[in-house]
């Protein structure tokens, strides 16, 4: 049970940055169009991404020792890069999410967009095989720790998706904005200081 939620507490901590991803799961959650396979493929892709680096940093930490510090302490100076960039967008302000005035896009477009964000975004590989498959290594039960966070990310997306209609009008001041991102801020420096200590 330890695994499970050391994975469950990583996997969350790590995917409620918001980012493009969260941003279109969100914006299509405003808009109450094609949540359900919007939501399915962002856990789906998350677990099998999760299931890879769980099932396969263990053996690559073995061959190249080197490799395990390298990529906590790469994956910190990201996570603290992307934390400044949220207090500096907290400190910025100006932005609000607003759901109206656009056009929801067909079921066939939301799906293309959400596979784009998902797989060609660049942080998703750090997050999911890199971190997650590097923490997962300090556990026996690596599978406990796999399943935490494949459903870490299922709680958020479902969340994400099908409770923005609660969020619409929070989201629609920027002040709100501001405060998210520096709570992501903090989230980010959190996790990093998690993979160094």
Request: proline residues 4%; glycine residues 12%.
């Amino acid at each position: 049970m330890d695994a499970w939620i050391a994975g469950y507490g990583l996997g969350l901590s790590l995917i409620v940055a918001i980012g493009a991803q969260n941003a279109f799961v969100l914006r299509q959650g405003l808009l109450r169009k094609h949540v359900l396979p919007i939501v399915a493929i962002c856990a789906l892709s998350d677990a099998v991404l999760i299931s890879a680096g769980v099932a396969g940093f263990g053996g690559l930490a073995r061959a190249l020792p080197w490799f395990e510090p390298l990529m906590r302490w790469g994956g910190a100076a990201f996570l603290f890069a992307y934390g400044l960039k949220a207090f500096i967008a907290a400190w910025r302000g100006g932005d609000a999410l607003r759901s109206g005035g656009a056009a929801a896009p067909s079921l066939w477009a939301a799906v293309v967009t959400c596979l784009l964000f998902t797989w060609a975004n660049p942080h998703v590989y750090l997050d999911t095989l890199v971190l997650m498959g590097s923490v997962s290594s300090q556990y026996n039960d690596r599978l406990g720790f796999a399943l935490g966070g494949s459903a870490a990310s299922l709680t958020f997306f479902m969340t994400l998706g099908f409770g923005a209609r609660m969020l619409a009008p929070v989201f629609a001041r920027p002040r709100a904005w501001q405060v998210f991102e520096a709570v992501v801020g903090l989230i980010m420096w959190a996790v990093a200081a998690s993979l160094l200590i």
